[in-house]
């Protein structure tokens, strides 16, 4: 029979709400709370072998405890899968359980299984782990929705206890994490795309095989108001780094940034530069590394008074944007905003390629 | 990238040849490059032109963090130019 681990926060254990909120890692090898539910859903199919609760805040505030601590009495109960939730819209619980289900999938390399609303935060992480083991249902936001909830998760968990092959999210219903599988079609590329083509030209409904990955609206910061009183920084991602690339970034998929001082300089040298990125010919950028960070335009203004003296920054910022992947850059752009902040930089000029 | 830096209070000027994927991505200030490997510049011109078009690039980049914008918009630096 197929074992399962199920995971729940103290109030789904049933033990309180808020007030029990700072609950340490607890385990109970009869089910209780939801656990009882899903036991009900599995049948003669599968066993709960231990029902693993915490407290929300306990969580949240000793996470790398708990997890090494959730890992442990998960191990020890030996589960085919691990279930997780149904967190509905609880941010703490369903972040919870996508960190508890990713770490279990990658430490014991079992499938783990969560469930919760398309709004509930832990979904941007369950999207951001792209963690092949690891699989989300979507559900009513309230628990309104537990019954149908706890009827898919023991009828999906019950598909990975016997490792059966689990299709694309638009088939098989899990919240999609954007992996990009890899499967023989029967006509080629080219003939699918002029189908498509066709279909679009005509209005008709036609499906994507490359979704793109949406995008949230930032709101305009506020523009500068005399830019001769700013200071001004330059981020570029066209990896234009000291020759002998000192600091070794790769040519794709780069996760560090590194600023370079420019203080002294009024323009950069061609062949004490070069540019590191595997995405576009740096043959130009090598020749002429003005293409990727225009100090000398820049200098030129600003002793033309465009640019007030000193306002320029005196490093730019450089990461080789190939291949980064949306959340390793946002971590990016979230730092450097963070260390221009501290000198009091005010404006950016970004030069992507 | 930018968009965190815009959410961190710090106006963005996006010099990118991609200016429609900038604008598909929603950055705000998007100022038109050359092309994908010298967006700052023309190797094709000579020295000199290609030293002014860069200027001119960072001139409406300039020009771009000065602006009032609420949807992503596009500043073109040939404009700027005149000639």
Same mark, same amino acid.
């Given at each position: 029979?197929i074992?399962?681990?199920h995971f729940?926060?103290?109030?789904?254990?049933?033990?309180?709400?808020?007030?029990k909120a700072?609950?340490?890692?607890?385990t109970s090898d009869s089910?209780?709370?939801?656990?009882?539910?899903l036991a009900q859903?599995?049948?003669?199919?599968?066993?709960?072998?231990?029902?693993?609760?915490?407290g @929300?805040n306990?969580?949240?505030e000793?996470?790398?405890?708990?997890?090494?601590?959730?890992?442990?009495?998960?191990r020890s109960?030996?589960?085919?899968?691990?279930?997780a939730?149904p967190?509905f819209?609880?941010?703490?619980?369903?972040?919870?359980?996508?960190?508890i289900?990713n770490a279990?999938a990658n430490?014991?390399?079992?499938?783990?299984?969560?469930?919760?609303?398309?709004? %509930?935060?832990?979904?941007?992480?369950?999207?951001?782990?792209?963690?092949?083991?690891?699989?989300?249902?979507?559900?009513?936001?309230?628990?309104?929705?537990?019954?149908?909830a706890?009827?898919?998760?023991?009828?999906f968990?019950?598909r990975?206890?016997?490792?059966?092959?689990?299709?694309?999210?638009?088939?098989?219903?899990?919240?999609?994490?954007g992996i $990009?599988?890899?499967?023989k079609?029967?006509r080629?590329?080219?003939?699918r795309a002029?189908?498509?083509?066709?279909?679009?030209?005509?209005?008709?409904?036609?499906?994507?095989?490359l979704?793109?990955?949406?995008?949230?609206d930032?709101?305009?910061?506020?523009r500068?108001g %005399?830019?001769?009183?700013? %200071?001004?920084a330059?981020?570029?991602?066209?990896?234009?780094?000291?020759?002998?690339?000192? @600091?070794?970034?790769?040519?794709?998929?780069?996760?560090q940034w590194?600023?370079?001082?420019?203080?002294?300089?009024?323009?950069?040298?061609?062949?004490?530069?070069?540019?590191?990125?595997g995405?576009?010919?740096?043959?130009?950028m090598?020749?002429n590394?003005?293409?990727?960070?225009?100090? @000398?335009?820049?200098?030129?203004l600003?002793?033309?008074?465009?640019i007030?003296?000193?306002k320029?920054?005196?490093?730019?910022y450089?990461?080789?944007?190939?291949q980064?992947?949306?959340?390793?850059? $946002?971590?990016?752009?979230?730092?450097i905003?963070?260390?221009?902040?501290?000198d009091n930089?005010?404006?950016?000029?970004?030069?992507?390629? | 990238?930018?968009?965190?830096?815009?959410?961190? &209070?710090?106006?963005?000027?996006?010099?990118?040849?991609?200016?429609?994927?900038?604008?598909?991505v929603?950055?705000?200030r998007i100022v038109?490059g050359?092309?994908?490997p010298?967006?700052?510049?023309d190797?094709?011109?000579s020295?000199e032109?290609?030293?002014?078009?860069?200027?001119e690039?960072?001139r409406?980049?300039l020009?771009?963090?000065?602006?009032?914008?609420?949807r992503?918009?596009?500043?073109s630096?040939?404009?700027?130019? &005149?000639g």
């Open positions: 029979m074992k399962i681990v729940v926060n103290q109030f789904f254990a049933g033990i309180g709400g808020e007030d700072s609950l340490a890692v607890s089910n209780i709370g939801t656990s009882r539910a859903k599995l049948g003669d199919h599968a066993q709960i072998v231990r029902t693993v609760y915490v @929300d306990y969580f949240h000793h996470k790398d405890e708990a997890l090494k601590e959730i890992l442990g009495v998960t109960a030996e589960p085919d899968v691990l279930v939730g967190a819209n609880s941010g703490r619980y369903g972040f919870a359980c996508v960190e289900c279990v430490e014991l390399g079992i499938p783990a299984l969560t469930a919760m609303h398309d709004e %509930n935060p832990g979904v941007a992480l369950y999207k951001e782990f792209l963690n092949a083991r690891l699989f989300c249902l979507p559900t009513t936001e309230s628990t309104t929705g537990m019954n149908d706890m009827t898919r998760l023991a009828n968990a019950v990975l206890g016997r490792a059966e092959e689990i299709g694309p999210a638009s088939k098989e219903g899990y919240i999609g994490r $990009r599988r890899l499967v079609a029967d080629t590329g080219a003939a002029v189908d498509m083509l066709l279909k679009k030209i005509a209005g008709a409904p036609f499906e994507t095989e979704p793109m990955e949406e995008w949230e930032a709101p305009a910061a506020p500068l %005399n830019i001769k009183d700013s %200071n001004i330059v981020v570029t991602t066209s990896g234009v780094v000291p020759w002998g690339n000192p @600091d070794k970034f790769k040519t794709y998929r780069n996760t590194r600023k370079y001082n420019i203080a002294e300089l009024k323009e950069l040298e061609a062949g004490k530069w070069e540019a590191v990125h995405g576009y010919n740096v043959a130009y090598n020749q590394p003005h293409y990727g960070v225009p100090l @000398d335009a820049l200098r030129g600003e002793s033309e008074g465009e007030g003296p000193g320029l920054y005196p490093a730019y450089v990461i080789p944007g190939n980064g992947s949306p959340a390793v850059m $946002r971590r990016v752009g979230q730092e905003a963070a260390d221009l902040k501290k930089v005010q404006g950016v000029i970004f030069v992507a390629t | 990238m930018s968009k965190e830096l815009e959410k961190a &209070g710090l106006p963005v000027a996006l010099i990118s040849a991609m200016f429609p994927v900038a604008q598909q929603r950055a705000n038109k050359v092309s994908i010298h967006p700052c510049g190797p094709n011109l020295k032109l290609d030293t002014r078009l860069r200027r690039i960072i409406t980049a020009k771009a963090l000065e602006s009032d914008v609420d992503p918009t596009v500043f630096p040939d404009a700027a130019m &005149g």
